[in-house]
């Protein structure tokens, strides 16, 4: 049967605003002209003449986190213990079945910037899209933000998953799930307004920190949501294996039965 692929992954680029100034990545460039003598080290008597077009190898040097770019974050990264004090699984110990599976897209594009999205939204947005969550469904959330990334406001754009509304989704059997925000709380500019207002520590991270009480992975930098269905694909959001690490790059792909 036919397929259709869609790409709801960022390519990994410098110079663009994609991350906060001090995590951006960074990106040198070998072009072909410029390693012929590497090339011609490996031997003796080689010249650059002598290589087709007098040209090396293309090669790229990366100064990079595992957070740069569409990742998929481990529990490790959420707190050191997961699933009520169990030690957290590092990137390389997420369980495959998690990674390829039916995916349902939420559409929060309408919330404002930094709000926090609660439990009886997502379900009154699963009720809306006519779906009923089965174990390992993996969800994606719409916000706003992915209409911005690569520009100056991105990081501080869309809304954000509450504890609690993360909690609705892990109860019922989710463990992987992916916004095309920055993070998949809502964005530290707000959530510093609020806590300067509250000093409620609680607010902090307070998605992320649901993976205390049931593990599970989610991804970040999604794109091209809004070209997805409410449901009826898959998702193929294999990490990047990196011994003992807090999230893998992925390139994430939704997969569509003609």
């Known amino acids: 049967m036919p397929r259709r692929l869609i790409d709801i992954s960022v390519a990994l680029e410098a110079d663009i605003a994609s991350d906060p100034p001090i995590m951006l990545p960074e990106i040198e460039y070998h072009r072909h002209a410029d390693t012929a003598a ?3 080290s490996f031997f003796p008597g080689l010249k650059k003449e002598d290589l087709p077009g007098g040209e090396g190898w293309a090669v790229e040097t990366l100064r990079i986190s595992t957070h740069n770019g569409t990742h998929l974050d481990a529990p490790y ?3 050191s213990t997961m699933s009520g004090g169990e030690r957290a699984l590092t990137i390389d110990e997420v369980p495959l079945d998690w990674c390829l599976n039916p995916g349902v897209k939420l ?10 999205v609660s439990a009886a939204e997502v379900e009154a947005e699963l009720k809306r899209i006519g779906h009923e ?3 390992l469904d993996i969800v994606l959330v719409n916000t706003a933000a992915g209409a911005r990334y690569g520009e100056p406001d991105y990081v501080m754009t869309g809304c954000g998953m509450g504890r609690e509304a993360t909690l609705y989704l892990l109860e019922r059997g989710v463990r992987v799930t992916g916004t095309d925000a920055w993070s998949w709380d809502a964005p530290f500019i707000h959530t510093a307004k609020r806590w300067m207002e509250t000093h409620d520590p609680a607010i902090i991270w307070e998605g992320h920190r649901a993976s205390m009480e049931i593990g599970y992975c989610h991804m970040e930098k999604l794109s091209n949501l809004e070209s997805l269905p409410p449901s009826g694909f898959t998702v193929s959001c294999f990490p990047v294996k990196i011994k003992g690490a807090s999230a893998g790059f992925t390139r994430a792909v939704a997969i569509l039965e003609a």
């Open 107 to 116: 559409d929060f594009r309408d919330r404002p910037d930094g709000y926090v």
């Open 77 to 79: 990264h959420h707190h």
């Open 133 to 135: 969550l089965r174990p």
């Open 38 to 40: 590497q090339v011609a």
